[in-house]
């Protein structure tokens, strides 16, 4: 592997090749469940080199069919499902695309904007911004998470009810193939019937079919308004009941609808102390609406307390507050966004990241709330997420007292099996946003269908028939 290890130095320089130190950035996962060992860190610069790292390796790999040698692409590595990192194998090269991370082009009559894959998402919006225009794809990783890795899982975030996933978002792509091709997909057309979509087999992939290097995206114009409410609800049906009168009252300006439960909000007020959180001590859950308008902010204010005044009328609403202004809009949503890091702060739980159709979601929670409650008394569920969308983070603690690292290994795989069964019943899906990674190959083989398995399966082959790009990731080859 030395003689790989050299020309991959001479392809992006010696510097951009780590085999010693502290690799830790790269090699271990977000959450820290698991960390691997890399043959070597390469950090290319441009899709060029990108495509000579491929190759080169792609052609040891024909050398040397034993050596176990692959490829694990890395953006920010704040991915949920550990589908960044390298197994323990030490035979995988970690390809990190953090140097190509330049805005190419922004092209205002077309409302697109082409970025390089290891653009920083907030750089991206805050680029977006500067041109007068919105890129709406939001999430809480987005300091650090980069437009590649967000293409690569098909991130969500708050804002899919009315924009979509990342793959809505995007209308072109180039691609390094596993072979060290280079596909010119740049288009920012919005039409092109022109035979297999191509860019949405790579994107949602993550990092199995080819490695995104740069990326044409859609622009929006800017909103005149976006107001923040806060509201608690009595009970899931009523948050249900909430979307449905918020989709009729604000239509497309509604743009988050956020739902947090009870005791995630208590770990929220207990853990970040100088947070206020408002109004759920004495309901089930609180819901955050936020409303983009483009007419102005008097007009969003006036649609957003008509829908609050007709929700509580109809009794799915016991009391709400409108944010003032940016700083308390800003609050708000840090509350919601501080859930994760509250629940890490009480200890490790199992996580899941489900959705069902919204219709569902009532029967869901209730009946798989009642389950587990039977099967683990005293068991607390951090309930929230992005209910406008069907998708929740659906996460299962232990019963207070109770070590967590115990309870994780006892528990596991019975409340794995029993939430994705309900998930399965109530005809939803075993990973929402998050991707499969490596996390949840062993569930997919179990809830997805033959038929799907084995054309995902198919085309892997068929693309990448030396299983070089992260493999074992997504779908195994066998
Ligand atoms: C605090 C926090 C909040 C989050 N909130 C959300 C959320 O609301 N919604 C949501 O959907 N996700 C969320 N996530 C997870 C989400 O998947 C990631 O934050 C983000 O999309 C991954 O980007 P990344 O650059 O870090 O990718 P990485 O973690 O580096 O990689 C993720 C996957 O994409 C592949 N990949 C990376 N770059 C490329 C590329 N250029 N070409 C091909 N494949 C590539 C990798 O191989 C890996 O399989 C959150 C994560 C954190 C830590």
Redesign the pocket.
């Known amino acids: 592997m030395q003689n790989l290890l050299s020309e991959l130095k001479a392809i992006v320089g010696s510097a951009h090749v780590l085999t010693e130190g502290d690799l830790s950035a790269w090699t271990q996962d977000?959450r820290k469940r698991t960390s691997g060992k890399a043959l070597a860190v390469v950090r290319p610069a441009c899709t060029d080199e990108v495509a000579r790292v491929v190759k080169a390796c792609a052609e040891f790999l024909t050398q040397h069919p034993d050596s176990g040698l692959s490829v694990?692409?890395?953006?920010?590595?704040?991915?949920?499902v550990v589908?960044?990192t390298p197994d323990e194998s030490g035979r995988q090269i970690v390809l990190s695309?953090q140097r190509l991370n330049a805005v190419r082009n922004i092209d205002a009559a077309n409302l697109t904007m082409t970025v390089e894959?290891g653009c920083i998402l907030q750089t991206v919006q805050e680029q977006a911004q500067a041109a007068g225009f919105w890129f709406p794809l939001s999430?809480?990783?987005e300091g650090s998470?980069?437009i590649?890795?967000?293409l690569?899982?098909n991130?969500?975030?708050?804002q899919v009810l009315r924009f979509g996933n990342t793959r809505d978002l995007c209308l072109g792509l180039e691609v390094v193939t596993p072979q060290g091709e280079v596909w010119q997909g740049l288009s920012g057309l919005r039409k092109d019937n022109t035979g297999y979509d191509l860019k949405n087999l790579y994107i949602g992939a993550?990092?199995t079919l080819g490695?995104?290097t740069a990326a044409t995206l859609k622009l929006y114009p800017s909103p005149k308004a976006q107001l923040t409410a806060w509201a608690a609800v009595p009970s899931m049906e009523a948050a249900v009941r909430l979307l449905g009168m918020a989709h009729q009252h604000l239509g497309a300006s509604l743009t988050g609808f956020e739902l947090m439960g009870q005791f995630a909000l208590s770990l929220v007020a207990k853990h970040f102390s100088n947070l206020r959180v408002p109004l759920y001590r004495s309901n089930a859950f609180c819901v955050l609406l936020e409303n983009a308008d483009a007419e102005s902010e008097a007009h969003a204010r006036a649609q957003l307390e008509g829908l609050l005044e007709a929700a509580l009328e109809a009794g799915c609403v016991t009391d709400a507050v409108v944010a003032e202004n940016l700083t308390q809009a800003q609050s708000l949503w840090q509350i919601r966004e501080s859930i994760?890091l509250a629940q890490a702060q009480e200890g490790l739980n199992i996580k899941h990241d489900i959705s069902v159709p919204v219709s569902a979601m009532a029967a869901f929670v209730a009946g798989t709330d009642a389950l587990l409650a039977q099967a683990i008394p005293h068991v607390r569920l951090v309930n929230f997420g992005h209910l406008g969308d069907g998708n929740l983070h659906y996460n299962v603690q232990a019963p207070e007292g109770q070590d967590a690292a115990v309870f994780l290994r006892e528990q596991e795989v019975h409340v794995n099996r029993i939430v994705f069964d309900a998930v399965q019943a109530h005809g939803g899906s075993i990973s929402a946003?998050?991707?499969v990674?490596s996390l949840k190959v062993d569930h997919l083989t179990h809830y997805k269908s033959p038929v799907a398995l084995h054309t995902m399966r198919a085309i892997k082959q068929a693309l990448d028939p030396q299983n070089l790009l992260?493999p074992g990731?997504v779908v195994r080859a066998h």
């Not at 694990?72 to 949920?80: F, I, R």
């Not at 991130?155 to 708050?158: I, K, L, V, Y």
């Open positions: 977000w694990v692409p890395q953006g920010g590595n704040t991915g949920l589908g960044s695309l894959a999430l809480a990783a998470c980069t590649g890795g967000n690569g899982t991130a969500g975030g708050t993550e990092g490695i995104i994760p946003e998050h991707g990674g992260n990731r």
